[in-house]
């Protein structure tokens, strides 16, 4: 097939966003239900992002069930849900309220979405997770089978999906005014939580608020420290994702929706170094991606800790804090902050195209309607947020890679940190050269849980 064949059919399969239809290859509600009947919800962490989850829940039907691993957060909640039954485990909520929720929001740590989005899914819930979807690559993939498999309305919580400023700079990418799109790169003010720091040796009591056992859940156990609970568990290989996976699936889901940015190839990451322990307190992660459905071959550079792209790239434009720059033969777009929401701009003389996109009613309104019976919800697991944060997350196999010398002293002599260009098999879900970072792949299940 020519080149220009495979162009067109790039085209015509990713206008769809560009003319207002999103197909979701299949997936749909296997209980559908009509427009007025309400939807009983759960929350499964409540404070943090998991406050306005539940929030968006609650003003969206009725929530039945409250769960939190801290009793001051549920009790918090409690005040907003009072006829919710309040949980500190979310398996014993789903054992005994199981009958009489619709759908689950989930905003934990990192670590537990899978757990619990999986024995939801299972049990023919709806599924609404924060981003990452996942901890791991490998229980993306499983979540974004189990979503298909049990036809249950999905939706990741990268909110910027939804806005017409993110969708306008996709349309604009996906029209051709750049020309053949060679880089793509994405920069973040994130960690704003402590990175690059040794476990700590002491063994404070924990407070008796805080439900520890079912904090650490499937992973190994460690005693209490205020250092993971509330909040700094983010910088923590054990809990988080660092400040990759925290922020990327909002500041690459431009580029991602216009491109098309799944499986790549390899991928390589310099670092401050770390400990494996703690993310480093900064990266750059290179990606290699193959041509796609007539989409050509691109590199995609990740910065994280204060680094930013080469200011020669923006040609005079200032540098926010956080953003996208994709980078073709005709000019680039420079898109400000982490959902392309301060204004774009085109760089090299190019004037912006007028193009069509679809708006969205909201990004929990997308995922309310696909409970309801209507089209599914555009970061729906399958289709757009499993691939997604499996991009986003194969950046950790290389920051892995890239560990390094943590005294100060040999640490400074050592300077930066390049680690081991990972080969990656996206269908086997494999780095096919490094077979030391297949634990970071598919972490081992540990106190009884399981997908």
Known sequence: MSRGTNRRRFMQTTAALGVGFWVAGGVSPRESRSANETINFASVGVNGKGSSDSADAGRSGNMVAICDIDDQSLAKAATRFTDAKKYNDYRKMLDEMGKSIDAITVSTPDHCHGVIGAAAMKLGKHCFIQKPLTKSLHEARVLGQLAKDNKVATQMGNQGTASNSLREAAAVVKSGVLGTIKEVHVWTNRPVWPQGIDKPTDTPECPSHVHWPEFVGPVENRPYNPVYHPFK?????????????DMACHTLNMPFMALDLRDPVSVQATTSGHNMETFPSWSVIDYKFPERNGRAALTFMWYDGGKKPDPALFQGAKIDSSGCLVIGEKGALYAP???????????????????????????????????????????????????????????????????????????????????????????????????????????EMKNGYSL
Do not use: C
């Open 233 to 245: 568990w983010r910088g923590w290989w054990a809990f988080g994702t660092g400040a990759l996976g």
């Open 337 to 443: 902050g982490d959902y392309a929401e301060r204004g774009l701009q085109m760089l090299g003389g190019i004037t912006k195209p007028e193009v069509e996109y679809k708006k969205s009613p909201g990004h929990f309104e997308e995922w309310v309607a696909a409970i309801k019976g209507g089209e599914s919800a555009m970061s729906n697991f399958p289709n757009y947020a499993a691939p997604l944060t499996e991009t986003v997350l194969l950046g950790n196999l290389a920051v892995w890679a890239a560990a390094g010398e943590q005294d100060p002293e040999k640490k400074k002599a050592q300077g930066d940190v390049v680690g081991k260009k990972i080969e990656w098999d996206a269908a086997n879900l494999t780095a096919t050269n490094a077979p030391e970072v297949a634990s970071i792949v598919k972490p």
